[in-house]
């Protein structure tokens, strides 16, 4: 299966349990990676054939700006759910990191994956 890859795409939100993360938007890293059939559109050359990365990032980036989320984990899963209603996205790999969150380490979170 081919893969379509969004990596590093960085949002500002707030995501958390403690009454700091809850009160400031902090940087969330995001990692999404489809599993998907790209052979037509390396064919035709033709962007309505693709997996439009573009419009998946804007749409993780939205998400996780409004979610609000307590957990990496359900925003993970948040952003999963979303790709999966995307048109030839056959599974999905999400990873949500908070940089930063955990003193001495670069960042902290969770990669899960889903498929339809």
């Not at 379509?4 to 809850?22: K, P, Q, Y």
């Not at 979610?67 to 999963?80: G, H, K, Q, S």
């Not at 380490?105 to 889903?114: D, N």
């Amino acid at each position: 299966m081919d893969k379509v890859i969004i990596r590093d795409l960085l949002a500002r939100g707030i995501i958390g349990i403690n009454e700091s993360e809850r009160s400031n938007p902090q940087d969330i890293l995001i990692n999404i990676t489809m599993e998907a059939d790209t052979y037509k559109a390396g064919l035709s050359d033709d962007i309505n054939d693709c997996i439009n990365y573009r419009t998946i990032s804007k749409k993780a980036l939205a998400l996780a700006e409004k979610a609000e989320r307590f957990t990496v984990e359900a925003l993970a899963n948040d952003i999963a759910q979303m790709v999966l209603e995307f048109e030839g996205v056959q599974s999905v790999c999400v990873r949500v990191e908070k940089p930063g969150a955990v003193r001495f380490s670069r960042s902290v979170g969770v990669e899960i994956e889903r498929s339809k």
